[in-house]
């Protein structure tokens, strides 16, 4: 069953009509699929968006095949081929994407440091990424200064960069300009200048795994003309 997963295409894409082009049940409850997928499901250290489908708030999975599926949480159930009205909410969607994309970014700029990341979770109110050292070379986790990655990363960002993303495959890769590109199947503002800030909670240092906690912003949507 083919579906489009419009939330890799455009993260700044929020509302769309569609088919329903499946039904089901399971324990979860009721839920439907559509044609035209705009809401990302959890995974790959990203949550789930927040929506609607016709007014009605759903819950946002992901089968084994692959399929995102929508729970709705009132009673509702369109049969196959019915058009409906998907709407994610722009603003957790907008977060999520600066998180993630400032995720990546600390990535990229750790590796002066000598650390390259290993796992990121990007969810709000929680967001970290950990790094390995990446050889003897690497400053000593002690060393590093907050504040100094933190003025690296607010620089980058005031400067702007336009990320990019594409398939190579059945891989979606996604590159900030400038740095290398990583396979990811998140969404990410479309340019480092939409990251409006950028803070470092806290820098720990735990057999042999180095954790920074951040947060980030993304600027008001408003001024996106999106």
Same mark, same amino acid.
């Given at each position: 069953? #083919?579906?489009?997963?419009?939330?890799?295409?455009?993260?700044?894409? $929020?509302?769309?009509? +569609?088919?329903?082009?499946?039904?089901?049940?399971?324990?979860?409850? #009721?839920?439907?699929?559509?044609?035209?997928?705009? $809401?990302?499901?959890?995974?790959?250290?990203?949550?789930?968006?927040?929506?609607? @489908?016709?007014?009605?708030?759903?819950?946002?999975?992901?089968?084994?095949?692959?399929?995102?599926?929508?729970?709705?949480?009132?009673? $509702?159930? %369109?049969?196959?081929?019915?058009?409906?009205? +998907? @709407?994610?909410?722009?603003? =957790?969607?907008?977060?999520?994407?600066?998180?993630?994309?400032?995720?990546?970014?600390?990535?990229?700029?750790?590796?002066?440091?000598?650390?390259?990341? @290993?796992?990121?979770?990007? !969810?709000?109110?929680?967001?970290?990424?950990?790094?390995?050292?990446?050889?003897?070379? =690497?400053? %000593?986790?002690?060393?590093?200064?907050?504040?100094?990655?933190?003025?690296?990363?607010?620089?980058?960002?005031?400067?702007?960069?336009?990320?990019? +993303?594409? $398939?190579?495959?059945?891989?979606?890769?996604?590159?900030?300009?400038?740095?290398?590109?990583? %396979?990811?199947?998140?969404?990410?503002?479309?340019?480092?200048?939409?990251?409006?800030?950028?803070?470092?909670? =806290?820098?720990? !240092?735990?057999?042999?795994?180095?954790?920074?906690?951040?947060?980030?912003?993304?600027?008001?949507?408003?001024?996106?003309?999106?």
């Amino acid at each position: 069953m #083919q579906q489009n997963q419009c939330y890799l295409e455009d993260t700044y894409r $929020f509302d769309i009509l +569609s088919d329903v082009i499946a039904t089901g049940a399971d324990e979860g409850g #009721q839920w439907i699929a559509l044609q035209d997928n705009i $809401f990302h499901p959890q995974g790959g250290g990203q949550p789930a968006d927040l929506g609607w @489908v016709n007014d009605i708030p759903v819950v946002v999975k992901k089968q084994e095949s692959g399929l995102v599926v929508l729970y709705p949480q009132a009673p $509702f159930s %369109p049969p196959v081929e019915t058009k409906v009205s +998907s @709407v994610v909410s722009a603003d =957790a969607r907008a977060y999520h994407a600066a998180l993630h994309t400032a995720g990546h970014l600390l990535n990229w700029e750790m590796r002066q440091f000598g650390w390259m990341a @290993v796992r990121g979770h990007h !969810f709000p109110g929680e967001s970290r990424v950990e790094f390995s050292a990446i050889d003897a070379s =690497a400053i %000593p986790a002690d060393r590093l200064d907050a504040a100094e990655i933190e003025r690296i990363i607010c620089q980058r960002l005031q400067k702007g960069a336009e990320i990019r +993303s594409w $398939f190579e495959g059945s891989t979606r890769l996604c590159q900030i300009n400038q740095s290398e590109a990583m %396979p990811c199947a998140g969404t990410h503002t479309d340019d480092l200048a939409k990251i409006s800030s950028f803070s470092i909670k =806290a820098i720990k !240092f735990k057999k042999g795994t180095l954790r920074i906690s951040y947060d980030a912003g993304h600027v008001p949507l408003e001024e996106c003309h999106v």
